[in-house]
């Protein structure tokens, strides 16, 4: 079974600089899809990035970048220029291909991110 | 557009009680899904359905119960409500099962059972 694993329940970073999110992961599959969902305290999950395991590129999206490391089987989630609106619950998630008898998310417990003034 | 809509926002049940929680989606999503939220454990999935008419069990899908009628909407059912599903609900929708499309959140359902 797949599995989720981010090692750090809290981190802090102070506003402006940049902070890496750990996340591994652990699958039998060649070709699958990973993502990070942001969740402010408004509750809503937000999606931030996602990586194709086919692409050896990692994903950026402005200020968010990946790195993905297919043998290792992580995918940090860096964040550069934190701003205040950043503090929030991290999660990684996981996604089987297309066809497979679930195309659910399998998560992470999360990381909650605080940016200090 | 709104997107996925849940209801309601929250809700104190007392143990034993029956209850279904809404979601409504109208972005013609095939695949849709209920989750749970429970502190230090993230999201599991409780059941899953990838297109009208048909649905599967998830991680924990035990005391609850989930239809698709139709591609708009897949409720969820408590049928005898116990305090250990205090939790938030999230309702999710996805063109397609599985593959890199985006899996779009409704706003959640805070549950207590008392």
């Known amino acids: 079974a797949q599995t989720v694993t981010q090692s750090q329940p809290e981190m802090s970073v102070q506003e402006a600089e940049t902070v890496t999110l750990s996340c591994t992961y652990d699958?039998?599959?060649?070709?699958?899809?990973l993502f990070w969902y942001k969740q402010p305290p408004s509750r809503q999950m937000i999606l931030v990035i996602r990586?194709?395991?086919?692409?050896?590129q990692n994903a950026t999206e402005n200020r968010f970048s990946v790195n993905f490391q297919k043998a290792a089987k992580s995918f940090s989630l860096k964040i550069s220029d934190s701003q205040l609106g950043d503090a929030a619950m991290y999660f990684c998630a996981y996604r089987p291909p297309s066809g497979g008898s679930q195309g659910n998310l399998i998560f992470g417990k999360g990381t909650k991110l605080s940016v200090k003034p | 557009i709104a997107g996925i809509t849940q209801a309601p926002t929250s809700q104190i049940l007392a143990a034993g009680r029956r209850m279904t929680l809404r979601c409504t989606q109208d972005?013609?999503?095939?695949?849709m899904y209920w989750y749970r939220q429970d502190l230090g454990l993230g999201l599991r999935l409780i059941h899953y359905s990838n297109t009208a008419g048909t649905t599967g069990k998830g991680e924990v899908p035990d005391g609850y119960s989930v239809s698709r009628a139709n591609t708009d909407d897949f409720p969820l059912t408590l049928a005898s409500a116990v305090p250990s599903q205090t939790s938030v609900y999230f309702c999710a929708s996805s063109i397609i099962a599985g593959g890199a499309d985006t899996q779009y959140f409704g706003p959640g359902t805070r549950l207590t059972v008392l």
């Open positions: 972005m013609r999503h095939n695949a």
């Open positions: 990586q194709e395991a086919y692409k050896q």
């Open positions: 699958t039998s599959e060649s070709d699958y899809y």
